[in-house]
Nanobody, 123 residues
Framework: QVQMVESGGGSVQAGGSLRLSCAVSGGITRACMGWFRQPPGQEREGVATIATDGSTSYADSVKGRFTVSQNSAKDILYLQMSSLNPDDTAMYYC??????????????????WGQGTQVTVSS
């Protein structure tokens, strides 16, 4: 089975940086990869994704601050976060899936999820 394991979460002051990693195992292919987050008491939201063609997409709230990437083997997913603010505080999840059509995945097309890693940004 495909497994996703996040790491790198922690506490950081506003304005700081943090890099999250997600180890992917199980040999999934033709997959979308993405990061999602769930702030306390709020709904899960997409943060950054990589489509099957390698293109990236970002939530408006993180554009210019976050960068999503993969290693060449596509078994590690990264999220580099900078200029963090308290609104970035959330449980962050990595996920993988396959698009039904096209090259990008809708949220419900992400089949595999990690357990999450907590990011807390203090002011």
């Amino acid at each position: 089975q495909v497994q996703m394991v996040e790491s790198g979460g922690g506490s950081v002051q506003a304005g700081g940086s943090l890099r999250l990693s997600c180890a992917v195992s199980g040999g999934i292919t033709r997959a979308c990869m993405g990061w999602f987050r769930q702030p306390p008491g709020q709904e899960r939201e997409g943060v950054a994704t990589i489509a099957t063609d390698g293109s990236t997409s970002y939530a408006d709230s993180v554009k210019g601050r976050f960068t999503v990437s993969q290693n060449s083997a596509k078994d590690i997913l990264y999220l580099q976060m900078s200029s963090l603010n308290p609104d970035d505080t959330a449980m962050y999840y990595c996920a993988a899936g396959r698009p039904v059509r096209g090259t990008f995945c809708y949220t419900d097309e992400y089949t595999y999820w990690g357990q999450g890693t907590q990011v807390t940004v203090s002011s």
